[in-house]
């Protein structure tokens, strides 16, 4: 299965001392959505806090409790400099990469590398009584009103694709079209509309979910990629792990053991 990684708290060490961050997974997304996450601060101290955003394909339903703003985004590519301001209160639902075109009827690219406000996707959500709830409450009232838009609906081909390549990954996108049975041109247009990406980032942030899989295990070492993705050597591994995370991975396997 499909379920990217963020290790905020591993990136970042202020990240850890200042916020607490969790992840729900519930049935009743229908598999639609990976997780239910949130971020809260752990004082009310003033305070900026860089966070990095691992590129997963993902379009999440974001929240940001004190700015009482709700929405859609998606990050194409890792974010090294995201800063949050504390205190702070945000949670999100984590979609699955292909459900928010098969939810909303809306192409994923207006909700990849920017913000898509909710009431431009799904009007009849009350902003003012959600806002007006407590954290918790409003928790639950994000879930059910997910659960429901999920409900008695089916994930569709490219809803499962990540699922499928995260078992069987592929080397090139020329494999990929082959799989889909869709020309180079074809694929472009369908992958802009399902998931806001190419083809090609398809098949590399899927691989580099696979590294971070394997390198946050329990006896993780970095050599054992090699054996486990299409990475052609060790060198090239090295340099394509640093510039989607900013650590090798050797530096990953170390942080995240401490």
Not at 47 to 72: P, Q, Y
Not at 127 to 154: I, P, V
Not at 249 to 258: D, F, G, M, V
Request: proline fraction near 4%.
């Amino acid at each position: 299965m499909y379920y990217p990684i963020q290790i905020p708290h591993i990136l970042n060490k202020e990240f850890s001392k200042n916020i607490a961050y969790s992840e729900e997974v519930s049935p009743e997304f229908n598999g639609f959505a990976i997780c239910l996450w949130t971020m809260q601060s752990l004082s009310e101290y003033k305070l900026s806090v860089k966070n990095i955003i691992v590129a997963d394909g993902c379009i999440d339903l974001v929240v940001d409790f004190n700015k009482r703003e709700i929405g859609f985004a998606g990050m194409s590519k890792t974010d090294f400099d995201f800063v949050i301001e504390l205190p702070e209160r945000s949670m999100g639902i984590r979609m699955m990469p292909g459900a928010f075109w098969q939810l909303t009827g809306l192409v994923a690219s207006e909700a990849m590398d920017t913000f898509l406000e909710i009431g431009k996707v799904f009007p009849e959500f009350d902003q003012n009584s959600f806002f007006d709830l407590s954290f918790e409450k409003a928790k639950g009232y994000l879930k059910e009103f997910f659960a429901e838009k999920a409900k008695e609906k089916e994930p569709d081909e490219f809803t499962s694709l990540f699922h499928i390549l995260s078992k069987n990954s592929l080397d090139t996108a020329s494999e990929l079209y082959k799989k889909l049975h869709c020309s180079s041109r074809q694929c472009q247009r369908l992958f802009a509309k399902h998931y806001g990406i190419t083809p090609k980032m398809v098949l590399s942030i899927v691989r580099f979910q696979k590294c971070l899989e394997v390198l946050t295990g329990e006896n993780a070492r970095a050599i054992d990629i090699l054996n486990i993705t299409n990475y052609y050597d060790q060198p090239h591994f090295i340099n394509d792990f640093k510039q989607n995370i900013g650590l090798t991975p050797l530096e990953l396997i170390q942080a995240y053991r401490n």
